[in-house]
Nanobody, 114 residues
Framework: QVQLEESGGGSVQPGESLRLSCGSS????????MGWYRQVPGSRDLVASI??????SYADSVKDRFTISRDGAKKVVYLQMNSLKPDDTGVYYC?????????WGQGTQVTVSS
């Protein structure tokens, strides 16, 4: 069973940065893609993703502020979040996709407030 564990969330002020980490129990190159989703009341939306070939994709709202990256040796995917805004607040979930299955971590809270 694939296990994903997020860390790095917290409470920050607007303009500050956070780096989220997602540790995987499996080789991350076994997955078709991995990504980060933000959960707010009523929706869970894709923030950023990276596929097995290294191609990245971002939600328009985070382009030029967030960067997704990975370290295969450590089996970790990161989300560097800069210039954080109050609208970035939410629970961030790590996701891994393989074939038709989705795996999720338990989520980490990010709160951006002055």
């Amino acid at each position: 069973q694939v296990q994903l564990e997020e860390s790095g969330g917290g409470s920050v002020q607007p303009g500050e940065s956070l780096r989220l980490s997602c540790g995987s129990s499996e080789n991350i190159f076994n997955f078709n893609s991995m990504g980060w989703y933000r959960q707010v009341p009523g929706s869970r939306d894709l923030v950023a993703s990276i596929n097995v070939g290294g191609r990245t994709s971002y939600a328009d709202s985070v382009k030029d502020r967030f960067t997704i990256s990975r370290d295969g040796a450590k089996k970790v995917v990161y989300l560097q979040m800069n210039s954080l805004k109050p609208d970035d607040t939410g629970v961030y979930y790590c996701n891994a996709k393989i074939l038709r299955r989705d795996y999720w971590g338990q989520g980490t809270q990010v709160t951006v407030s002055s």
